[in-house]
């Protein structure tokens, strides 16, 4: 039986998230690919993915894998899923795989950017997918602040109260800011991460851009290992899972 790698994107907008779960408010994308999947194969299928993204949350690299007796070649699945998939999801790329890779178990590192739309005036083009922020930020203080997220840390100040990990252990391979026009965007690479860890690293930064905390701040909250100690969740609709490494 094939097992399957495929690359999704999606407009994380009109979905409860990734994961299925009984509380959810709302379709999720899990859901709506594992009916595709359906659709196309009869089967009831539930597909991994490398990154559980929030309500709001977006996705432009977003990886699943998945074990199907179906007989569509690896090469036409993108198109197959494409004709059942709502237009806000979209596979972009198949791949067939050792029967031992997991989505998210084999990922080496994940790719996340977070965009900030700085001006007093909205955009109403981008609305959907960064945080818009009226007033002035620092850009110079925090990519200096960013810069301290880099390494091996203990990441609970930054991870959403009631987590359920045992582990709060990550490493940051890279984390740098850099702006276009009346953007600034937060490009965060790691091994993994806690739920809400960007988007708590964000409302860090811009607590530092609006000058109420220093980059030199930053080390004594990761050492502090206290959520209220850092800044607040930047909203979901700014993130995008940009790409997995396997």
Not at 25 to 32: A, F, K, M, N, S
Not at 71 to 86: D, F, K
Not at 87 to 100: M, Q, R
Not at 226 to 243: N, V, W
Request: glycine residues 6%; proline residues 7%.
């Amino acid at each position: 039986m094939p097992h399957l790698k495929i690359t999704l994107a999606y407009d994380g907008t009109n979905y409860a998230g990734w994961q299925v779960q009984p509380e959810a408010h709302g379709p999720t994308v899990q859901g709506v690919v594992a009916a595709a999947i359906e659709k196309l194969t009869g089967e009831r299928i539930c597909p991994a993915a490398a990154g559980r993204t929030d309500a709001g949350v977006h996705a432009r690299g977003q990886v699943i894998s998945f074990t199907t007796s179906s007989r569509i070649p690896v090469e036409r699945w993108p198109a197959a899923l494409n004709s059942v998939l709502p237009e806000d999801i979209a596979a972009l790329k198949a791949e067939a795989v050792p029967p031992e890779f997991h989505a998210r178990y084999s990922a080496r590192w994940k790719w996340y950017r977070y965009s900030i739309y700085n001006h007093t005036v909205p955009d109403v083009f981008s609305r959907r997918y960064c945080w818009q922020v009226r007033y002035p930020l620092d850009f110079d203080a925090m990519a200096e602040a960013a810069r301290y997220f880099i390494g091996y840390h203990d990441f609970r100040s930054f991870c959403a109260a009631g987590s359920p990990v045992r582990r709060f252990e990550r490493e940051v391979l890279e984390a740098r800011l850099h702006r276009r026009d009346r953007f600034i965007f937060f490009d965060v690479v790691a091994n993994g991460f806690l739920y809400h860890m960007v988007r708590i690293m964000v409302g860090t930064l811009v607590e530092v851009g609006r000058g109420k905390l220093s980059p030199d701040d930053i080390p004594g909250i990761i050492q502090s290992r206290s959520r209220e100690k850092a800044g607040p969740t930047a909203p979901a609709q700014g993130l995008c899972l940009e790409r997995v490494a396997y």
